[in-house]
């Protein structure tokens, strides 16, 4: 399509055997086939990550992030403006669970500038609603130019597949525009399409 696009996900999307019923590390990584040590490497550098985790990842990466990635670059090769984003930041309340990041649907209520109205009742925090004003005028800059940015906001970087920046909604609610840290993770998801293939044997 001939239009600018915004496209990204949360951090921790959804978790468990909702996208793959590996019950291991070993299981899961055994699925990458000849790639088995570079996923690992990428998905658990130091081999001290619980399982919950590492699924919690590989299922975000495998359903949300490299396809989003996949459709950005698309997006670039035709000269159409793309930004994206990598949405980390979970409330204070939401901490004990949500341990491995933001989860599916996270980054709405900032989006639309709806944090009164969450399930969980609290009123937002000074820096949740700083969070919500900027992504809330992201989003509306964007409908109403094509481009997110605009004064009083942290640069969303233009995609492109030299400098592959994002913008990064870290832990602590800050936005910022720099190089995608999930590269490696996303890589070795799109060299691997054999993985398609055994999940499919397996009826997954």
Not at 33 to 59: C, Q, R, S, W, Y
Not at 146 to 166: A, D, S
Request: charged share 30%; hydrophobic share 35%.
């Amino acid at each position: 399509a001939k239009v600018p696009l915004i496209i990204g996900n949360c951090s921790a999307e959804i978790g468990g055997s909702f996208v793959n019923n590996s019950h291991s590390k070993e299981e899961l990584f055994s699925l990458f086939g000849e790639l088995k040590n570079e996923a690992e490497a990428a998905f658990d550098p130091d081999g001290t990550k619980e399982f919950a985790e590492v699924i919690t990842t590989f299922n975000t990466d495998w359903v949300w992030g490299e396809p989003a990635r996949m459709v950005a670059r698309s997006f670039a090769a035709e000269k159409e403006p793309v930004y994206v984003y990598h949405f980390d930041y979970v409330s204070p309340a939401m901490r004990v669970r949500a341990r491995y990041g933001a989860g599916h649907g996270s980054e709405v209520g900032y989006v639309f500038d709806t944090l009164n109205e969450r399930r969980d009742a609290l009123e937002p925090s000074p820096e949740e609603k700083e969070l919500s004003r900027m992504m809330n005028t992201y989003w509306t800059n964007f409908a109403k130019t094509g481009n997110p940015n605009g004064e009083n906001l942290p640069v969303w970087p233009l995609y492109n597949t030299q400098k592959e920046e994002i913008l990064d909604i870290e832990p602590d609610g800050k936005p910022i525009g720099k190089f995608d840290p999930r590269k490696a993770r996303l890589d070795v998801i799109e060299k691997t399409s054999q993985i398609r293939d055994r999940l499919q044997s397996r009826g997954i």
